[in-house]
């Protein structure tokens, strides 16, 4: 990891020759590349949280944590461009200074929160939008924790991945870093009773769920019919596709609590409702 995060330095250092530029202001100095608990303290570039706010598509209802907040850029950047409320988790105290001093400065103190503590420590489960510039190890370590947030919440990452989890959106920006998005999935394998699936009379769909893909199998009364592969989740969203006697069928719909409403090719009389079946 350690190896990684001097990779960071090192491409901003080589990228834009500043990597001994001092950052900070009159109370508190430092450079690009500056120890860290697990990681290094390099800045996300304005443009890309630009970037990755459009990709989260914020709303003003959203809460949004930024694990190991720095000086704060992440934050405030979001309070400044949209009047969110923010939070940042660090564990360096001297960086939770200045990101409050910085919040001060832009006018942004009533809608920003520096929180000094260990981002394995604190409790973040309230975010909606939630920002890393960590590592691919640590993002990885992160993962399981993440994948059981509210379904919904947008995970956004600067240049790191998160290995088996495929991001649901990537973009690069102008100086070549990349951003990821991924939405938590709402939990939806195991079985479902379907009404109205047309020609199939008591349609049982069992669903295999990988992260926000999944494949199934339709029955009707307990024969195998039909099995389709291309499910996906957004957040609550669910769409999969299926061929029966030569039609195409396509169901899009949302979970809400214990069902899946939706319907079959966005036609209102092919209304079906899933009802999850106990396991
Ligand atoms: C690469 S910097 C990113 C800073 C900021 N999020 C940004 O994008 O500009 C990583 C930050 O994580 C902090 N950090 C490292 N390990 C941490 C931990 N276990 N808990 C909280 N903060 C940590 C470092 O001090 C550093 O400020």
Redesign the pocket.
């Known amino acids: 990891m350690k190896c990684l995060?001097i990779a960071?330095g090192l491409s901003i250092f080589l990228i834009s020759g500043c990597a001994f530029k001092n950052y900070g202001d009159e109370e508190f100095k430092l450079q690009i590349a500056?120890?860290?608990?697990?990681?290094?303290?390099?800045?996300?570039k304005i443009e890309?949280?630009h970037e990755m706010f459009v990709m989260a598509k914020i709303r003003q209802d959203d809460l949004i944590y930024?694990?190991?907040?720095?000086?704060?850029?992440?934050p405030i950047e979001a309070a400044k461009k949209y009047g969110v409320q923010a939070v940042?988790?660090?564990?360096?105290p001297d960086?939770v200074a200045l990101a409050n001093r910085n919040a001060e400065r832009a006018k942004v103190k009533n809608l920003v929160t520096f929180k000094e503590?260990?981002?394995?420590?604190?409790d973040f489960s309230q975010a909606t939008v939630l920002?890393?510039?960590?590592?691919d190890s640590?993002n990885m370590k992160l993962k399981p924790q993440i994948l059981k947030m509210k379904s919904g919440t947008r995970v956004l990452s600067?240049t790191f991945q998160m290995e088996s989890w495929i991001p649901d959106e990537k973009t690069k920006i102008s100086s070549g870093e990349m951003a990821y998005l991924w939405i938590v999935p709402e939990h939806i394998d195991g079985n479902w009773q379907f009404s109205n699936i047309p020609n199939i009379e008591k349609a049982l769909i069992k669903i295999v769920q990988k992260k926000q893909f999944f494949e199934g199998a339709i029955y009707e009364k307990n024969l195998h019919k039909i099995s389709f592969e291309i499910g996906r989740i957004r957040g609550d969203l669910v769409e999969f596709e299926y061929t029966d006697k030569s039609s195409k069928y396509i169901f899009r719909g949302k979970v809400l609590g214990s069902e899946i409403i939706g319907t079959l090719n966005n036609d209102p009389n092919l209304k079906v409702v899933g009802r999850r079946m106990p396991s």
Do not use: A, Q, R
């Not at 503590?117 to 604190?122: C, L, N, P, S, Y």
């Open positions: 995060n960071i500056s120890h860290g608990k697990d990681v290094m303290w390099v800045p996300t890309m949280t930024d694990l190991g907040s720095g000086d704060g850029v992440i940042g988790i660090e564990y360096n960086l503590g260990d981002i394995f420590k604190e920002t890393l510039y960590l590592g640590l600067n």
